[in-house]
């Protein structure tokens, strides 16, 4: 079992408070042919030209939100998958957590619009490699349209704090959250902690887990939800090793620290082959 993990700092949670627009009708065109191995771990990560900032604004000027979903009040969270090309360009477009239907669509939108990302490196050569923004829509009708970085709580599953969960919670910030003894001892920590479900092994199920939480302004962490889901087992695993962590360096806006929150994904990997099932029979 090989447990992996990895902070999104970049792909941060994108919350979209808009008034009320009209979507563009769009037409999904084939992606072209693309080859050459996707490489899961690469040196040099992509990233959005510019960075994470230039990323919100993008977004923020480019999202109309679907007429139909505003007079419906629909609001949630959409998550997309894709593979970032050698040349930047955007492809392979995976969704794995759905809203409503209208928003699914304009989510895509806005990442098919955006302009070629810089590549991720791999032993000094550009790759192919997969990345993932996820955006959460908000309405309000009497705000202009702007999108902003403060968050209300999602459906909390982990350790929660009401009060934090009920304050100001910003997704990106100018200093974000840090684990204090940084990634590779976090991915360390996780993998110590994990313990991989028996019922699970023996099924043989294995992928990612993307869980979100809060560092709230002591560094304290709280809130932790799963955001992508895999198997109950592990999504309750992946939970409570989270709520092992200790204090994180918390977030800072403007100089001020602040309540931040940030996604996690986890891999759980079987290196040996699964366990056989118990039975009944001698």
């Known amino acids: 079992m090989n447990p992996k993990t990895l902070l999104l700092s970049l792909s941060a949670l994108y919350l979209i408070t808009i008034s009320a627009f009209a979507s563009e009708n769009f037409q999904l065109q084939p992606p072209p042919a693309y080859e050459g191995k996707i490489i899961e771990n690469p040196d040099i990560p992509p990233i959005f030209t510019g960075g994470s900032g230039e ?3 993008f977004i923020s000027g480019t999202l ?3 007429a139909d ?3 419906r009040n629909v609001q949630g969270l959409v998550v997309y998958t894709f593979v970032v090309e050698k040349d930047g360009t955007l492809t392979n477009f995976e969704l794995i957590h759905r809203a409503d239907s209208l928003l699914d669509k304009e989510a895509l939108r806005i990442l098919q619009a955006m302009p070629p990302w810089r590549p991720a490196k791999y032993k000094d050569e550009f790759v192919r490699s997969k990345s993932y923004v996820p955006m959460y829509f908000r309405l309000n009708k009497n705000a202009k349209t702007v999108a902003r970085t403060t968050t209300n709580p999602a459906n909390t599953v982990g350790k929660t704090n009401p009060e934090i969960a009920n304050s100001e919670v910003y997704s990106i910030v100018d200093k974000m959250p840090q684990y204090p003894y940084g990634e590779k001892e976090l991915a360390g920590f996780i ?3 994990l313990r991989y479900p028996k019922e699970a092994r023996q099924q043989g199920v294995q992928g990612r887990i993307l869980c979100s939480f809060i560092v709230a302004v002591d560094g304290s962490i709280s ?3 799963v955001v992508q889901g895999l198997h109950s087992q592990l999504d309750n695993e992946a939970i ?5 962590m200790s204090k994180w360096i918390p977030g800072e806006k403007n100089g001020e620290k602040v309540n931040v929150k940030c996604l996690l994904p986890i891999d759980f990997t079987i290196d040996e082959e ?6 009944a029979n001698p």
């Open 240 to 244: 409570r090793v989270l709520s092992l």
């Open 274 to 279: 699964p366990i056989p099932a118990l039975s």
């Open 64 to 66: 109309r939100y679907p």
């Open 223 to 225: 809130n932790i939800e």
């Open 69 to 71: 979903a505003v007079e």
């Open 55 to 57: 990323m919100h604004k």
């Open 191 to 193: 993998a110590h902690q």
